[in-house]
């Protein structure tokens, strides 16, 4: 009746950002992510018989409401009642976009499961994942992710992620600009209904996300950064369009932002190949060869108002782990 699971955080370089179905949370696109090794979650569930309710102990901060909505649909899988025990940590700032929820959800996703005793295939384990956070799904598997759209708004059974490449297949580094760690003032979900309500560009986005799919999966198989840098900063900003053309307009970048941007850009027109990407979040986060990954860094560390700069490489699928506590 216990587990403890560790899954790692998501960049997409294809982002998701869309519902078509908010009660199974359905993306209204597939997206494409790379999986980092240097930001983790670990969760430890346990059901136990004399608790009455939910005991959720989130040491990163988080929304235990949230956690406890998710446990109800693995009691519903499981067919029981009992309430749990969890206790959860991040090794890196939570909803500030850095990926806190997909990296969260995942663990929490498998150590509930095994916890409850419910056999699960990695793709019915990624689809659960999904009902926490749709970027969730992702962080099932290491290296380079696809989540699909999937076809059936019924059970949303085929919407849940697959693997492209292991992360030793492209080996690659991604280098985070921290800029501001404080919690962002409209999470995902809500920008995401925002966006899809009220912005003129959100139809453009759903109607190009097959197109961008497609180029970025060959741009893998083939592994040209410079393909996959392309896409990547051009899915971004397009995300970023839609949010703009919101109703009011949601911005997620601060000044540095920006800055850390042109910083890249710089690197480019000297030849060294680093390609940004930003979430619902001021943070950058920057792909390019482990080689690079030092001067990447070092040119990132001098923008004003970046605070902090971490390199990660790829990192594995989520597994199971001996109990952290
Ligand atoms: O799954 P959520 O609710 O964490 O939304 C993810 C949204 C983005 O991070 C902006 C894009 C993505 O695909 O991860």
Not at 13 to 34: C, E, F, M, Q
Not at 113 to 123: F, L, T
Not at 245 to 272: E, F, S
Request: glycine letters at 8%; hydrophobic letters at 45%.
């Amino acid at each position: 009746m216990q587990a403890a699971a560790r899954a790692h955080a998501n960049i997409a370089l294809i982002k998701y950002w869309g519902k078509r179905d908010s009660a199974l949370n359905l993306p209204a696109t597939g997206s494409i992510s790379v999986t980092l090794e240097a930001l983790h979650s670990e969760t430890r569930v346990r059901f136990d018989p004399n608790l009455v309710t939910d005991a959720i102990m989130l040491e990163s901060g988080g929304d235990a409401e949230r956690v406890s909505r998710f446990l109800d649909l693995v009691r519903a899988l499981a067919g029981m009642e009992m309430r749990a025990d969890v206790r959860s940590r991040n090794n890196f700032p939570t909803g500030a976009g850095l990926a806190s929820s997909a990296s969260g959800f995942a663990a929490l996703a498998l150590a509930a499961s095994r916890a409850a005793g419910i056999e699960a295939s990695p793709s019915e384990l990624s689809a659960l994942a999904r009902q926490g956070s749709g970027s969730a799904a992702r962080s099932l598997y290491g290296g380079f992710v696809e989540m699909q759209r999937g076809r059936d708004d019924r059970t949303g059974a085929d919407a849940h992620a697959v693997p492209l490449l292991a992360a030793h297949e492209w080996p690659l580094a991604v280098v985070v600009a921290i800029i501001d760690t404080g919690t962002k003032s409209v999470g995902s979900t809500d920008g995401m209904t925002r966006t899809a309500a009220t912005s003129p560009f959100h139809d453009a986005w759903v109607a190009g996300a097959d197109a961008d799919l497609a180029a970025m999966r060959t741009a893998i198989r083939d592994r040209n950064l410079e393909r996959v840098g392309e896409l990547t900063e051009h899915s971004c900003l397009k995300m970023h369009a839609t949010m703009l053309g919101a109703q009011p307009g949601l911005i997620y970048w601060q000044p540095a932002t920006l800055a850390a941007w042109q910083t890249l850009a710089d690197l480019r027109a000297d030849g060294l190949a680093a390609y940004g990407t930003i979430d619902a979040g001021p943070q950058v986060k920057a792909l390019c060869r482990i080689a690079d990954a030092d001067a990447v860094t070092a040119a990132l560390a001098q923008v004003p108002g970046v605070r902090d700069v971490r390199i990660s490489h790829l990192g594995p699928d989520a597994s199971l782990i001996a109990d952290p506590w």
